[in-house]
C-alpha cells in the first residue's frame, strides 16, 4: 500500500517536472523567438532608413546639379545671347540717325552682321551642350564617338572607343544618361586623374549592355575622406539607379580609374 503510494507520488512529481520543464522550455523559446524577430526587424528598419538617407543624397544631389545646371545656362544667356542682342538693338537703332555717312553706315551694318554671327554660333553652342544633336539624331554609338573624338582633339588625349552594342535609337532618353556619365567620368580623367589614356566600350551582357571606362591617370585612394565623393560622383549614382543598373567603381593611386557599368 506504502510502496503504491510513493510511486504515485513519484509519477506525479514526475509529470509535474517535466511539465514545468517544458513550460519554461517554451517560454524560453517564445521569448528567444520574439527578441530574434525583434532584432531582425531593427536590422530591417536600419536598412531601410540608410536606404532611404541614400535616396535623400542622390535627389539632393540630383536639385544641386539642376540649380547649377539652371545657373551656367542662364550665365551663358545673359553672358553670350543677351549682351551680343543688347549691342544689336543699339546699333539697329543707330540706324534710324539722320545724316548718317556712308562710313558710319557700313560700319553699323558690319557690327550688326558680326554679332548676330556671334550670337548665333553661342545659340548653337548652348544648344548643343544642353543635348548634343548628334546623340538625339544618330544614338548612342555615333554621341559617344563623338563625344570621345572631341575629347581627343580638344584635350590632347587619346580616347579609344570600342562598341559591341547595337542600340535601340528609340532609347534616347536613357541613352542621355549613359552619354552624361561618361562626359563626366572623361572629365574627372583630365581634371583629377590628369590621365593621357582613356578607353570606352560597350559589351553584351546577356539583355543588357556592360559598359567599361578606364584612364592611366593618378588615381585615388577610394578610402581617403578627402577623396569623398562629389555632386558628379553622385550624379553618376543617380543616374545608374534612374536607369535601374548597377555601378562597380575601382580605383588606387598611380593606378587609374576602372569603372564597369550595366544598363
Ligand atoms: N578619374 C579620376 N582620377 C583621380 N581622381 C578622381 C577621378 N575621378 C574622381 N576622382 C576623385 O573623386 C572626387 C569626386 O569626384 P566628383 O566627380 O564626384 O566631384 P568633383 O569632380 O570634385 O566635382 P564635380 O564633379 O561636382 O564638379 C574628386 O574630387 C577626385 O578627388
Ligand atoms: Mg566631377
Known amino acids: 500500500m506504502e510502496t503504491t503510494s510513493i510511486s504515485e507520488k513519484e509519477i506525479v512529481l514526475v509529470i509535474l517536472y517535466t511539465s514545468f520543464f517544458f513550460i ?20 530591417e528598419i536600419e536598412k531601410k532608413d540608410s536606404e532611404i538617407t541614400h535616396q535623400k543624397e542622390l535627389l539632393k544631389a540630383v536639385i544641386e546639379t539642376q540649380e547649377a545646371e539652371r545657373k551656367r545656362i542662364a550665365q551663358d544667356l545673359h ?15 543707330l ?22 554671327g556671334k550670337a548665333l554660333e553661342n545659340s548653337r553652342k548652348i544648344a548643343h551642350d544642353l543635348l548634343p544633336p ?4 544618330f544614338g548612342l554609338d555615333a554621341g559617344v564617338e563623338e563625344l570621345c573624338m572631341e575629347f581627343s582633339s580638344a584635350k590632347g588625349v587619346t580616347v579609344s572607343y570600342i562598341n559591341e552594342v547595337t542600340f535601340d535609337d528609340a532609347d534616347t532618353r536613357r541613352h542621355l544618361h549613359v552619354f552624361r556619365i561618361l562626359q563626366e567620368l572623361l572629365n574627372n580623367s583630365i581634371r583629377h586623374g590628369k590621365a593621357t589614356k582613356m578607353t570606352v566600350s560597350f559589351i553584351p551582357n546577356g539583355e543588357y549592355t556592360k559598359c567599361l571606362y578606364t584612364d592611366n591617370g593618378v ?16 550624379n553618376i549614382e543617380s543616374r545608374i539607379s534612374f536607369l535601374k543598373g548597377s555601378l562597380s567603381f575601382q580605383s ?4 587609374g580609374v576602372n569603372v564597369e557599368f550595366i544598363f
Open 219 to 234: 588615381g585615388f585612394d577610394e578610402t581617403n575622406c578627402a577623396h569623398q565623393k562629389g555632386l558628379g560622383l553622385k
Open 134 to 137: 548628334v546623340l538625339e539624331k
Open 95 to 116: 540706324l534710324t540717325t539722320p545724316n548718317l555717312s556712308a562710313n558710319e553706315l557700313q560700319e553699323i551694318k558690319a557690327n550688326v552682321i558680326a554679332l548676330t
Open 252 to 255: 588606387k593611386v598611380n593606378k
Open 24 to 43: 519554461i522550455l517554451a517560454v524560453v523559446l517564445i521569448v528567444f523567438f520574439f527578441f530574434s524577430r525583434k532584432k531582425i526587424i531593427q536590422k
Open 79 to 93: 553672358d553670350d545671347i543677351s549682351s551680343k542682342l543688347n549691342v544689336v538693338a543699339l546699333n539697329a537703332h
